[in-house]
């Protein structure tokens, strides 16, 4: 499955380059929402509630009222979890509140999965130099993707699995890293980060992972026509 990102910051939809560059900008998410109207689902990020400098609420529901959404940024609580599921939000992104900078928190997971069920979160393991990073990607934990994703399972029914590394850069990923992953876990995972060719994708598809892209699409580089196609 191929999900196109929109991510979000100050009500406009935007794409950034390493979570700190902001490369392009427009103003309507939801017309960028319609050009995404082939795809079975949308990944939306909150960077506003990513970065602790308030939150995009009415434009998640709005969106979410549109399409299947899968949400995140900024979920810290339980109780923002569950707002984004009552916005609309199919499944929501966890990434920070799931580690500390040694270990992964057990307790807050299990308690998550107690408030919302497990089959309607999933996990981000967003890895720079091989390691997880957390905090709008400014924190670099000790802990490694491939050695903590089976510790995650009963907690998530999936990962969104970025490779920071390429993110935004247009330069290709890092196949092997996904095939890592895939090897190690029977878990859906969607794979993101210098996601550029549609041969990235065909290889992604042959492991059977899912493929979220964004700024290839707002590029121009990908073409929906093509990528729906696929």
Sequence with gaps: MIIPCIDVMDGKAVQLVQGRDKALEEDSPLAVLERFRAFPQIQVIDLDAALNRGANDELIRTLAAQAVIRAGGGVRSFDRARSLIGQGAHRVIIGTAAFSETGIEHNWLA????????????????????????????????????????????????????????????????LEWFQDLRNTTDREITA???????????ALQQMNVHAAIGMAIYTGRLSLEELAAC
Excluded: N
């Design 111 to 174: 308690g998550l999965a107690d408030a919302i069920g497990p089959d309607r979160v999933l996990i981000a393991l967003d890895s720079r130099d091989g390691c997880i990073v957390t905090r709008g990607w400014k924190s670099t934990t000790r802990l490694r993707a491939h050695d903590v994703i089976r510790e995650l399972e009963p907690y998530c029914s999936g990962f969104l699995c970025t490779y920071v590394d390429k993110e935004g850069m247009m330069q290709g990923t890092d």
């Design 192 to 202: 993101a980060g210098g996601i550029t060719t549609l041969e990235d994708i065909r």
